[in-house]
């Protein structure tokens, strides 16, 4: 009997198409997965949506059924062909051929796609900062994603959990083992669902508490003042600024707690004491 693998694997004939670990390409193969990860969009006629990563338009057939207007990102050739072939009959769907790093994105409410996992950082960080959205629904390896619902105190809470979580609130809504997918992946995949935080703590300059993430969070098994006197020591400042920041936050942290458990809100503080820093000269300004 013919399986939906068996057809990925024909189609990928068809249009030359050869997976490869350098794009991260992994094909879905269970057209009920793709559907119970497009039902979490909660679509409508309405809703502008971006896939990236198209592929052989699994998700994008699923995505067009349901939304007013679907605008496809893909960066392989004979993927694109593929795609044209697929969606020829729905008048809703826009493909576009480039790197989903670079090219424009169009302007839309939500976004799905089951991301080339070679780029899930990178193009995790432009959907955050560069598109106004509603909602996302975005598969990633399960690693990477444990990472990005990370909670404080937890083993995967790092660097990648605080810069995320600073924008969106990250929840899991399904598993999906590596057996749905061809070429099968080592590894198992996770979909979250990513809303914009409304409320909640903001730092004062976005590019200052981004900036202090990556510099003490290399250390993330270390107690903060002993981070802090680190990143100091490698910005040519004195190790003493640690403790005199760690007074400003009046008792908030006594510089003994271990990065992996400081909640966002308290990181807030400590970049808004960062940024008086650069205010009153004491730390360069590294936004010139």
């Not at 996302?136 to 937890?154: D, H, N, W």
């Not at 107690?223 to 403790?243: M, P």
Request: proline residues 5%; aromatic residues 8%; charged residues 25%.
């Amino acid at each position: 009997m013919s399986t939906l693998s068996d057809d990925i694997r024909g189609l990928l004939k068809r249009y030359k198409v050869q997976p490869t670990k350098k794009r991260g390409q992994s094909f879905l193969t269970n057209y009920a997965v793709a559907k119970e990860i497009v039902d979490f969009a909660e679509l409508n006629k309405q809703d502008r949506v971006l896939e990236i990563g198209g592929g052989l338009g699994v998700l994008t057939q699923q995505i067009a059924e349901k939304a007013g207007e679907v605008h496809v990102v893909e960066i392989d050739a004979n993927l694109v062909r593929a795609l044209c072939d697929k969606v020829r009959d729905y008048n809703n769907v826009n493909i576009i051929e480039g790197d989903a790093l670079t090219v424009d994105l169009p302007k839309v409410n939500k976004i799905v796609s089951n991301l080339p996992y070679s780029i899930s950082s990178e193009i995790t960080f432009r959907i955050l900062q560069e598109l106004e959205y509603e909602m996302a629904v975005l598969m990633y390896q399960k690693e990477f994603a444990s990472r990005l619902i990370a909670a404080p105190g937890t083993p995967e809470y790092s660097r990648l959990s605080i810069n995320v979580q600073y924008y969106a609130r990250v929840e899991e809504v399904l598993e999906v083992p590596a057996e749905m997918f061809y070429p099968v992946p080592v590894v198992d995949s996770v979909v979250v669902r990513m809303v914009p935080r409304s409320a909640g703590p903001i730092a004062r300059d976005h590019s200052v508490f981004h900036w202090m993430i990556a510099g003490i969070y290399p250390y993330p098994n270390k107690n903060l003042r002993r981070a802090l006197r680190i990143w100091f020591r490698n910005l040519g400042l004195e190790r003493t600024l640690a403790d005199d920041a760690l007074k400003r936050l009046d008792g908030l942290l006594s510089g003994e707690e271990r990065l992996r458990s400081i909640s966002l809100v308290t990181l807030v503080s400590l970049a808004d004491v960062i940024l008086e820093f650069i205010e009153s000269g004491a730390i360069a300004d590294p936004r010139v």
